[in-house]
């Protein structure tokens, strides 16, 4: 990772988000300033250092799970109407970021700075 936002936020919080992510079936600010306690400037960072770092990408709107979910009328994560007009706010992580960040979190060295 290169960017900006992917230097002011640790590999282990990083793996945390990915994990989160993993265990809801996507990932969402609103869902790691609620798993993680952040606040949502760091939320919205770590969403935006996983996206920078190719480990996450924007569900579009057809393929958003909440779609088929009989809580989406409910959950403060579905999408709505209007909110899918002003781009995606749900993104899926990739599983080889999900095996690497198990890995890491476990304790075994491994760098979390490539794409792979």
Do not use: I, Q
Not at 38 to 51: G, I, S, Y
Not at 75 to 102: D, I, N, T
């Amino acid at each position: 990772m290169t960017s900006l936002a992917a230097a002011r936020v640790s590999s282990e919080k990083l793996c945390r988000a990915v994990l989160v992510a993993e265990k809801l079936g996507v990932l969402a600010p609103e869902a790691l300033v609620a798993a993680l306690r952040a606040r949502p400037e760091e939320a919205r960072l770590l969403v935006a250092a996983l996206v920078a770092a190719g480990w996450a990408e924007p569900v579009e709107a057809g393929g958003c799970p909440c779609s088929r979910c009989p809580f989406s009328r409910f959950c403060p994560f579905a999408r709505r109407g209007g909110e899918e007009r002003r781009g995606p706010r749900l993104y899926r992580v990739s599983r080889p970021a999900v095996e690497r960040c198990r890995r890491l979190l476990a304790g075994k060295k491994e760098p979390v700075n490539d794409h792979g």
